[in-house]
């Protein structure tokens, strides 16, 4: 125990506890401080860090509980014992309740302070000593942004650290939501390209006569409305990193254009004569087959091979159960500080829902769920109830036997929608998927959708 460590301040307004408390603590090796009232006793833990306050209860205009409060509020971290001459269960549960260590009842002993003293001095060690081991977890299960206890997901760490060493073509393979893109921003900032651009682009949410606009640039009167030079997202990051998102909707002609950029690292503006030299790391990301797309002729079969140098499969989170407790974590922390909110965990029942859903959506979907469970959540735990999940598709697993993971996607997107009414953006969001992937999903397990039917309302065909 290293007591030169634990910095004490004494909160007292009777100058002889003040002395006789900080004496005995100073002869049992502490370094200890004093303070004659509350708002002195404030703005010395506003310019230092203490262990712990022994703060007298009854004191002129700023009270022990007073101090408390501040005290909570700006390093809640610290202990705080509060001491009384009128020591009543009332006093005691307020003090509790507001964040107290504990109490003293004066007068009291200098054996019966040290022991609490030791007490509060061993807890606050093993704090510190669990949570360097909790970060020395949680570097061992992390790639920048992305964590995983998985065997699966640490041989894709392993393998993104050397792809991002390289200069090499990756390609991101995996479900919606599976994190592509934070996988793609990692290897970047892993990369000795971190200091320059990473630039991301969808490739399936512009048209296709804008897509190339917005990858290669335009000259000034190239087309309508082109009223200026202006350059496109392979010349904004230049010397970085490009992102092509969804990289297996693009048309046959921009596969072409892809294509020669790779081979040639030039390109010509839309409506331009000159061409454009960049050095450019390519990272794509796509949710589809693209070997069966080449087979089957949707996707060029050269272009396949120029993007499938470094091929990273991210598997989808309902074969990495192990993790969601980890990401659960990892969430709350992020979500929390967004909606300025303490989030200290979730129930275990609440736990349990969440480790057992099959989440089509993946991570994307999980984050939706819990930001939702934030925002309605009147504690800092979150409940059950909060989670807003639709009745899930395998709540009756028991009684009608095994299914096939596409059979339980099928019944959960069902039972999402029938939630929904049919309101496919409404479904979209919960599931944490665009409408783009719903639609294909709907057509891929027969969820119909009727022509009479406006405004993403939705008809659910029976199995």
Request: aromatic share 4%; charged share 30%.
């Amino acid at each position: 125990m290293n007591k030169e460590r634990t910095h004490i301040l004494v909160v007292d307004d009777e100058e002889i506890v003040r002395e006789s408390l900080s004496g005995w603590l100073a002869e049992d090796g502490y370094r200890v401080e004093t303070a004659p009232d509350g708002p002195t006793a404030i703005q010395k833990v506003q310019t230092a860090r203490w262990s712990i306050l022994l703060v007298d209860l009854k004191m002129p205009g700023m009270d022990g509980l007073q101090v408390l409060e501040e005290v909570r509020r700006i390093q809640p971290e610290t202990a705080v014992v509060i001491m009384t001459a009128y020591a009543t269960v009332a006093t005691a549960v307020t003090a509790m309740r507001l964040g107290a260590y504990d109490y003293l009842v004066k007068p009291f002993e200098p054996e019966e302070v040290s022991l609490m003293i030791q007490k509060i001095v061993t807890q606050q060690a093993l704090v510190r000593e669990t949570e360097v081991l909790r970060k020395v977890l949680k570097r061992e299960h992390r790639f920048r942004d992305l964590v995983s206890k998985s065997p699966a997901m640490q041989s894709i760490f392993t393998l993104a650290r050397a792809a991002a060493r390289s200069q090499s073509t990756v390609l991101v393979l995996g479900e919606s939501g599976t994190g592509k893109e934070v996988l793609a921003r990692a290897i970047h900032l892993d990369s000795p390209r971190a200091g320059r651009p990473f630039v991301a682009v969808s490739c399936a949410a512009l048209p296709d006569s804008l897509l190339e606009s917005e990858l290669f640039g335009h000259e000034r009167g190239a087309f309508t409305g082109a009223l200026t030079r202006r350059i496109g997202k392979f010349e904004a990051a230049d010397g970085g990193t490009l992102f092509l998102d969804e990289i297996g909707d693009i048309s046959a002609k921009l596969q072409l254009d892809l294509l020669r950029v790779l081979e040639d690292r030039r390109f010509f503006r839309v409506g331009g004569t000159e061409a454009v030299s960049v050095d450019v790391r390519i990272i794509a990301a796509t949710n589809r087959d693209l070997t069966k797309e080449s087979a089957e002729g949707r996707f060029r079969e050269d272009l396949f091979y120029r993007l499938n140098v470094v091929p990273i499969v991210l598997p989808p989170l309902r074969d990495r159960r192990q993790d969601i407790p980890l990401l659960i974590e990892q969430l709350l922390e992020q979500l929390g500080a967004e909606q300025n909110r303490r989030i200290e965990g979730v129930s275990a029942e609440a736990m349990a829902a969440l480790v057992s859903h099959d989440w089509p959506g993946n991570i994307r979907e999980l984050r939706n769920v819990l930001e939702r469970a934030i925002v309605v959540a009147t504690g800092a735990v979150l409940q059950a109830a909060d989670l807003g999940m639709p009745e899930r598709a395998v709540a009756d697993l028991d009684k009608v036997g095994p299914l096939s993971l596409e059979e339980v996607e099928r019944r959960h997107i069902a039972n999402v929608l029938r939630h929904t009414e049919g309101n496919v953006s409404q479904t979209a969001r919960l599931l944490g998927i665009d409408r783009v992937t719903l639609y294909n999903k709907m057509r891929k397990y027969n969820l119909k959708r009727p022509q009479e039917h406006s405004n993403d309302q939705v008809r659910i065909s029976k199995p």
